[in-house]
């Protein structure tokens, strides 16, 4: 199975402040990238996607930003909150559908008052 | 709209025992994905069910194997457990069309002792 390369594998941000995380992925047939938020104890729920044909999507304080050459794509988090504190997971999925996705090994984001 | 229910929770079982886990996906998907999750790492892809026919499967053995039913809900079954199969085994439902999200239940932790 292609890799989804993520990191940092945890990031410590202030309240306030901006988070950052990053993920490459190697399978040029991936038409498809979800970022997945996931809280102790809970499955992952879907907090914003992407499609290649554009290089930035924007929801809120979330921000997808994508490079299509570089095979790099990254999840802003503006104005971070403590609420925002959990593990989030990257990933790449074909065009011909979403289900399934190549997930990256995931951020263990903490935010610090 | 009820969401996507796992059961069990938890459990604890033996190397070489079998196991059956069971989802029931949300009302009005026909699609049900598994993923295991083991610790510390993003959820790998198993297999996927739509209207009853399994439709993608991921690197896994043959020992592990799925069911859908008539009312869509799924069970996954693993046969002579080994150690490393101890992980977070979450499944998903959706519509099945092109880049609909995946709806995450709350897993079953499985640990193999």
């Known amino acids: 199975q292609q890799q989804v390369k993520q990191s940092p594998q945890s990031l410590i941000v202030q309240k306030g402040g901006i988070s950052i995380i990053n993920c490459a992925y190697e399978?040029?047939?991936?038409?498809?990238f979800p970022w997945y938020q996931q809280f102790p104890g809970k499955g992952p729920a879907l907090l914003i996607a992407?499609?290649?044909?554009?290089s930035e999507k924007k929801e809120g304080r979330f921000t997808i930003s994508f490079n299509k050459s570089a095979k790099q794509f990254s999840l802003h988090i503006m104005d971070s909150q403590p609420g925002d504190s959990a593990t989030y997971f990257c990933?790449?999925?074909?065009?011909?559908?979403?289900?399934?996705?190549?997930f990256g090994t995931g951020t263990r984001l903490t935010i610090i008052p | 709209e009820t969401g996507v229910t796992q059961s069990p929770t938890h459990l604890i079982k033996t190397r070489g025992q079998q196991v059956t886990l069971r989802c029931s996906s949300q009302?009005?998907?026909?699609?049900v994905s598994w993923y295991q999750q083991a610790l510390g790492q993003g959820p790998q892809f198993i297999f996927q069910?739509?209207?009853?026919?399994?439709?993608g499967r991921g690197n896994f053995p043959p020992r592990f194997s799925g069911l859908q039913f008539p009312n869509y809900s799924s069970e996954l079954n693993v046969n002579a457990l080994e150690l490393d199969d101890s992980a977070l085994y979450l499944c998903?439902?959706?519509?099945?069309?092109?880049?609909?999200?995946?709806?995450f239940g709350s897993g079953t932790q499985l640990s193999v002792l």
């Open positions: 998903a439902s959706s519509t099945g069309l092109i880049n609909e999200k995946l709806f």
């Open positions: 399978n040029t047939a991936f038409d498809y």
């Open positions: 992407i499609r290649p044909d554009v």
């Open positions: 990933a790449g999925g074909p065009n011909f559908g979403n289900e399934k996705l190549t």
């Open positions: 009302s009005g998907h026909n699609t």
């Open positions: 069910y739509y209207r009853e026919e399994e439709n």
